[in-house]
T-cell receptor, first 113, second 112 residues
């Protein structure tokens, strides 16, 4: 167990809908990262937050957004869902943005039908 | 410029053998090279990592070899065990950070 908690573990929703994925980082970790893992694109970095502020953006679609709350948990919001958004979404956390190990959660499997 | 290419896609090794997975990168600004291990239904877990100022790092049965001039790095698993059967990902990061560019993954199967 990495100490990073993601909910829900599985999510099935219809095209056009909006979903929210939740991540609780390890105790003491200030930095949160979101990654998408799909068969065709592999593991891709989406976005990073550090202590409540957006730190870096990767290949994140405009339909997707995220935030980190004062208690350091993070949410990834996916809207206007398309079939191609079906993937595993991982959250990772680390103490600091650099020079520290990132620990991954078990992921949320999103299926868009 | 941000790509990390990993090979092979799959690998079958006998128990006790050496598993070798290779990665190549393009962006010379990368300065952090971790390897992650992922079991089915689990998230990736850090196995071992290296910075470009060293050419080799060993932790138990796992060794990273790093060739800065060739922009290549590899993972060697000595005395491979069935419990090592998993998918392995190389990655590269900028500014020693965890915004990682991942390779495509290698599915390793170690036969008893």
């Amino acid at each position: 167990d990495s100490g990073v908690t993601q909910t829900p573990k599985h999510l099935i929703t219809a095209t056009g809908q909006r979903v929210t994925l939740r991540c609780s980082p390890r105790s003491g970790d200030l930095s949160v990262y979101w990654y998408q893992q799909s068969l065709d694109q592999g593991l891709q970095f989406l976005i990073q937050y550090y202590n409540g502020e957006e730190r870096a953006k990767g290949n994140i679609l405009e339909r997707f957004s995220a935030q980190q709350f004062p208690d350091l948990h993070s949410e990834l919001n996916l809207s206007s869902l398309e079939l191609g958004d079906s993937a595993l979404y991982f959250c990772a956390s680390s103490v600091a943005p650099r020079d520290t190990e990132a620990f991954f959660g078990q992921g949320t499997r999103l299926t868009v039908v | 410029q941000q790509q990390v290419k990993q090979s092979p896609q799959s690998l079958i090794v006998q128990k006790g053998g050496i598993s070798i997975i290779n990665c190549a990168y393009e962006n010379t600004a990368f300065d952090y090279f971790p390897w992650y291990q992922q079991f089915p239904g689990k998230g990736p877990a850090l196995l071992i990592a290296i910075r470009p100022d060293v050419s080799e790092k060993k932790e138990g049965r796992f060794t990273i070899s790093f060739n800065k001039s060739a922009k290549q790095f590899s993972l060697h698993i000595m005395d491979s065990q069935p419990g090592d059967s998993a998918t392995y990902f190389c990655a590269a990061g900028l500014n020693a950070g965890n915004m990682l560019t991942f390779g495509g993954g290698t599915r390793l199967m170690v036969k008893p």
